[in-house]
């Protein structure tokens, strides 16, 4: 059962150190830039789940947009 204090950044760095563990490096490298770009988004280095809200999620990828990504990458 899920520990429901647990953050998404702590649930999200579990899911990449899984994805090591099966020698799936590159999905763990795309996963660990995800986290650290939503997590410079928001400005905070422990991402609440309460923070993945439509609003910031719309928010963010109006943050990608302005920063030169494609909607591809978002």
Do not use: W
């Not at 429901?4 to 996963?31: D, G, P």
């Not at 660990?32 to 988004?41: G, K, T, V, Y």
């Amino acid at each position: 059962m899920k520990n429901i204090k647990e953050s998404f950044s702590e649930y999200a760095s579990k899911c990449i150190i899984n994805k090591e563990s099966q020698k799936r490096f590159s999905t763990a490298h795309l996963y660990r830039c995800a986290l650290s770009s939503f997590s410079r988004f928001l400005n905070k280095s422990d991402i609440p789940f309460s923070s993945l809200s439509r609003d910031n999620l719309v928010a963010y990828g109006l943050y990608l947009k302005s920063n030169g990504k494609h909607q591809n990458t978002i």
